[in-house]
C-alpha cells in the first residue's frame, strides 16, 4: 500500500468565526502512449520473461532490457527499465485554505459553514482508500477552550442538530465515492445510494475515518470528494471568544 498525507487546519471564533486550511502533496504522471480508449504508462522492448507463479510465489520478468536499476544524484533519481518502473502511483491535490463564515456571535450563538475539496487519482488495480483524523480530541481548540465534536448515535445524523445548550463541530463529505456510511436513502444515513446535499454529518476523530475510496484505479482525472464543515454554537451557550482552529489530517492510501 502506498499513501500521502495531508494536514487541514480548521478554527477561528470572533466570537466565533472559523478558518479551515487544507495543504496537500501531489505526484506527477506520465503516460508513453495514450488514446481516446487506453493509457500505456510504460512499456518493454525484450527478447523474454514474463509472468511465472506457483503455490509458493509470483514472479514477473523480463530478459533483454540494457542498463536497467535504480541510479541517482544529488538533482534526480532514475528508475530504468519496465520492472524498476512498474509501480502504483497515487496524487493528492492541493487545497486552498477555507474560511468558515459567518462570525458566530457570542451572545447569540449561531451557525457557521465551510467547504472544501479533495481530489484524488491513482493506477492501482485495486483503487484507493481516503480517510480523515483529527489532531486533537475535541477537534475544535483554543488554549483550554474547545468546542465539542459533532456526536451522531451510531450512524451518522442526516440533519445536523444542536440544541440551544449545545456546541459542535462536525463534518460532511460527498462525491462519487464515498463509502456507505455517508450514503442515505432520502432520510436515513448508512442505507441507500444516495448522496444528498448537506446530509449524513459526522464527528471528528484522532483515529482515522474512512470517507472515500474506489475499488479501482481512477486515472486521468481522478475523483473530487468535497468536504463540508459546519460549526454551530446553541444561543444559551457561554462560549469564550477568540480564534479556534482544528487540524486535521487527510490521507490517501492506493490499495
Known amino acids: 500500500m502506498y499513501g500521502l498525507r495531508d494536514s487541514l487546519i480548521a478554527g477561528s471564533l470572533a466570537l466565533i468565526a472559523t478558518p479551515i486550511l487544507l495543504a496537500s502533496l501531489s505526484l506527477a504522471s506520465a503516460q508513453v502512449m495514450t488514446s481516446a480508449n487506453y493509457q500505456i504508462h510504460q512499456d518493454s522492448i525484450n527478447f523474454g520473461g514474463g509472468l511465472s507463479t506457483s503455490s509458493s510465489y509470483t514472479l514477473e520478468s523480463t530478459a533483454g532490457e540494457v542498463a536497467t536499476g535504480d541510479s541517482q544524484s544529488t538533482s534526480y533519481k532514475l528508475r530504468a527499465g519496465y520492472q524498476q518502473l512498474d509501480r502504483n502511483f497515487i496524487s493528492l491535490s492541493a487545497v486552498p485554505p477555507v474560511t ?35 489532531s486533537d480530541n475535541p477537534a475544535m481548540q483554543k488554549g483550554g477552550d474547545s468546542i465539542a465534536d459533532y456526536a451522531p448515535l451510531g450512524d451518522p445524523d442526516f440533519i445536523f442538530t444542536t440544541g440551544a445548550s449545545d456546541a459542535h463541530f462536525g463534518y460532511s463529505p460527498s462525491g462519487a465515492d464515498i463509502v456507505g456510511r455517508f450514503k442515505d436513502d432520502g432520510g436515513a444515513c448508512n442505507t441507500g445510494s444516495f448522496d444528498s446535499d448537506l446530509a449524513c454529518w459526522d464527528g471528528l476523530s484522532i483515529a482515522d475515518a474512512v470517507i472515500a475510496g474506489s475499488a479501482g484505479p481512477n486515472v486521468p482525472s481522478g475523483t473530487v470528494t468535497t468536504l463540508h464543515f459546519r460549526l454551530s454554537i446553541g444561543s444559551s451557550v457561554v462560549q469564550a471568544s477568540g480564534t479556534y482552529t482544528a487540524t486535521t489530517t487527510l490521507t490517501a492510501l492506493a490499495i
Open 100 to 134: 468558515m463564515a459567518p462570525p458566530i456571535p457570542g451572545i447569540t450563538g449561531g451557525t457557521a459553514n465551510g467547504t472544501t475539496t479533495v481530489t484524488v487519482t491513482t493506477d492501482s488495480p485495486a483503487g484507493y482508500e481516503l480517510s480523515i483524523a483529527a
